[in-house]
């Protein structure tokens, strides 16, 4: 039995990386991908990368056919999938959604941060924040999966044993994060232009980046209580790939081993977070096209600093990997059905 | 005495390297800097790197205040200088296009690789090619010079010695050319995001290239007959930097020494033009912000090919700094005033 | 059943590749590793990515215990498989060599292009050339297989079918190529280094490359006379990718259509070989990490030029991928197996 | 009057770079530059750059000519230059080190981290620690300047304004550093290859760099007393830029406009360190091939933290530039002399 599956707005990255790694998915079976702009083009005119792979050509959203499905996944923008997410809802098909119109429970702080009204707030309470890491049961059962974005992945997965044993100052939590150029999407804009991206590096969003605040209020629900983290993004000049450098004040002594055991304890069943050993520093590279995060805990001398490296591939762990984890979880299949892949390094 | 400088279409990468190039030129003074989409930003606004430089603000358009300049460059999208060049060429301006508009003499021939009807056909006559190293005594005394493209100075500064000393197979002439994304310019586009052409090589435009025409048509002037010429060109996953590899047949038995003397003879006075020692390859990094060609020139053994390698800085030789050079060689100025530079190695 | 497998030479970007791929092949058994400087070192110190996938410790070269392999692949720079092939040879043992050693069967052509005395010339005659597109049943049977280098896969793939049609003319073929970083290998060096190769594009062997003689010697068989062949190959500032830009003069008026026609079904029951649609150009991007060669053929107007590009991961179907591929064919295996992913696009 | 200028180590990236801001030095005569290794070559050959700028031969090390300069820089390797610096010194000439061997008072914790014995302990006093934003007086008077790194440079130029003024917890700064791969030297290895390197992202030292004793010592005289720094530096795949995130607490209620003061007013006579308006986000591209530092002050909302960001050229400021701004420094002339350049953007 396989499942089907529908896909609207499949003309951005997180789009052709859904295909890629679903055209090898041994469940899945694709039906429909949607896109106003590209309707009637086949899916290797834009992405010949799947030729002999995906026999499939984009259409006009129809959410009848869509309802039809197993599981849609919505690829889009955000402010895009919460308009057509109530008839998906009512006909029962069960959705994942990539972009960011459900990770946040709080619908006022969310329409601060995304400069418009929500328009469903009454389904935000039904959607799981789909990091299995922390969700895995709820996101069997959810209907509606909302993914994380990829900085909040790599900085949770980062987090969570610390703040869950209860280690680390809560109150001040830096992140320092980098990603590559992909995560900013595939839509014409002069700030992509390699010309103004290649051969340079910058911060951005210094003063406030919307993956902020559903780390804060994921990581908070994880505490108990609210969290205060420092977050600031930059732009790598690499096409995909994203690093995340965390610094927490240990709250007591702990030595170096207790911590590469907590981290190895709290990860020891998980497949997709793999802890290096002691000393190592994780590279993007390892995990380029693959669904997992490495980390690695350093600790300075004199120091009641703890700092954790983290690494994904924005584009899979940090989102269309991730999504398809999550169904995986979803339709009970084990969880790393078709994302065994091996990281393309070089 | 200063050159009083007028710019339109300064948002560009020809835009912004000419106000680099400009600000350190002991006799340019730069009055004005046309956008309409920029219109009262400062320069350092869009171009950080020009602050403590540059005290300037984009306006709009006002070709009577251009028309008081000594000498307007164009660094507009090609189809655009034409619509105003008339009214500057009336009042005794002096215009430096570094756009298509005026690259051709057929305008028929224009017309249908730039798709559109030529708005002023009667000043194409009074245009001079400006590449100095062919017509330097023309544009000294030009109105209207008309820079070539990025390709066509890269090629023909590789085959003019060939040409001229009839040495080789003029109909039977292929160049392989590779340019870095800047060439495509600074406009919101999908394909020219980094994550589009980071970290990949393809060629583009394989059955013809808008550069191909002017460059048969200025050598056919050379060799007194019309040349055949196979042009390739490629794009190169990095920021700045053009390579062109050009073939061709030698028609008469010629030792490695002799044509390595004839491009070193052809070349001696050309302050801009670098024949490498025998061996050797030319790296686009080594004339990285400066207006320099580097040629090298090899033989394959048992072979009557003769292979020439070309590079330049497509923004700087083959744009800003070329119309800077045409400037001073306009003003009677030394040559290289102001483009004195040391390349930007690594 | 699986194929019991030792890799000579494992520390290489061919060597890690071998074990990328043969990580996911369903019939490969790793038994093997060798590096002298590595010895005792688990293959995920090295490379982080094979975590989770490969299980195995660089060990020390016997000969003896890799006899006792089905196969083994040798990922060792020239002029090194050939003093221990003897020895495996003798034993039986079927051998996939990636290196240069074997294939030129002109020794003395062999010797004077890599400067050294062959250790065992007696074996060059038994080696097959393992293009499987050309010598796909040789291969079959062959015990000891020769993969051709990164170069000449493009080339010729690209060359084959004009030359095999006899539509072009063989006496005067052109091929600019070009390749990402990887392809010269994992060594210590300062013209590798990113601060030297980043950011810059150059040709490189301009007078006469080591991927010559082989890509003549075969393209001659295939003629039955021999060829005459320009190649420049050039280095572009990525990683992965390779592409050869292809110029042929036809010998023969040829319509566009009739040379697409005699691409798609030279190569129609071809797993590897990808014509795309008229009027493509392919991206290197589009076959990372996969066994596909993209090709696109044009034709310049008014001109007897035919124009071929074709792209490749050099690692993959240029060097590790075409091996496995010859391993399937040696051991009758459908030739996709493990070979089936889709590129990394991206 | 011409400052005869001698370059001890001149192959590496800083040797090329001083080469290449010296040749537009007017007060600067180039008279010596050795290479053991490369003896006799021309610097052209290696540096193609510098062709028609520089015409000089690296010689192996003469002591006593080197002595008859007026300067003498450094660019060599750490625990090199000490092995030479007192024969100078007692020469009377004046010394530059860009190298590490006089930048750290407390020899016991140079030795500690540079893993070998210092060779001339007792010049170690005597050397001026070369920021010129922190020491210009002594500098000017100095026989040895030690330069600041790179790292220290881009970090200390962020963090002076705050820790001089007392507004931020000194037991609590954090930076986050990147940097280009040229910061790693110019010499064989396979870590710097662009196959290791290029398309990925990490951290590196996380546990501790050698940067970071100099900047603790040279802060803690700031702030006379031992202030407390955790500090990570990450590789970028990019040539040149480096980019520093500083984190820091602020003691006391600051409004963003105050800090924007604080730093504008510290650097306001400063010609090489530009603080740009508030909101910035500076590019290290914007600095490409100068000797500037842009910084860029943030206060995320609800927050006590203070974020700093700070950009300089990894081989200007963070080195080759810095020595030429403190020679300017040493002899009386004005401090931009030949740093006058505008960055190469894009």
């Known amino acids: 039995m396989k499942i089907k599956i529908g896909i609207v707005g499949g003309t951005g990255y997180t789009g052709v990386e859904l295909l890629r790694l679903l055209a090898k998915h041994p469940q899945a079976q694709l039906d429909i991908i949607t896109s106003r702009g590209e309707a009637g083009k086949h899916v290797t005119e834009l992405f010949p990368n799947l030729r002999g792979h995906v026999d499939l050509r984009f259409s006009n959203p129809d ?22 997410m109530a008839k998906l809802i009512e006909a029962g098909t069960r959705v994942i959604d990539l972009s960011a119109d459900f990770r946040i429970k709080d619908v006022k702080l969310w329409e601060q941060w995304y400069n418009v009204e929500h328009a469903c707030p009454e389904l935000i309470d039904m959607a799981v924040y789909g990091l299995a890491e922390l969700n895995r049961k709820q996101i069997a059962q959810a209907q509606l999966v909302a993914c994380p ?4 992945t790599a900085m949770q997965l980062g987090l969570l044993p610390l703040i869950e044993a209860g280690v680390v100052d809560t109150q001040d939590l830096i992140v320092d994060a980098k990603s590559g150029v992909s995560g900013a999407g595939r839509k014409a804009s002069v700030a992509g232009l390699m010309g103004e991206t290649g051969e340079s590096f910058k911060a951005y969003a210094a003063s406030g980046h919307r993956h902020l605040p559903e780390t804060i209020e994921s990581l908070s629900r994880v505490a108990q209580h609210q969290v205060q983290l420092t977050f600031v993004p930059h732009l790598v000049p690499m096409v995909r790939g994203m690093e995340a450098t965390i610094f927490a ?10 911590l590469q055991d907590l981290f190895e304890q709290r990860y020891k069943d998980e497949p997709f977070v793999d802890v290096l050993p002691q000393g190592s520093h994780p590279e993007t590279r390892s995990v380029r096209g693959v669904n997992t995060c490495q980390l690695a805990i350093h600790q300075p001398k004199n120091s009641s600093k703890v700092i954790v490296l983290s690494v994904i591939d924005n584009l899979v762990k940090g989102a269309s990997g991730q999504a398809i984890q999550n169904m995986n979880i979803m339709f009970d299949l084990p969880e790393t059905t078709g994302l065994d892949g091996v990281g393309l390094l070089p």
């Open 63 to 84: 959410y009848d056919a869509l309802s039809a499905c197993d599981v849609v996944f919505f690829a889009t923008p955000h402010a895009t999938a919460m308009y057509s």
């Open 149 to 152: 974005g990829c900085y909040p």
């Open 249 to 258: 004040n240990l709250t007591q002594q702990q030595k170096n081993q207790s």
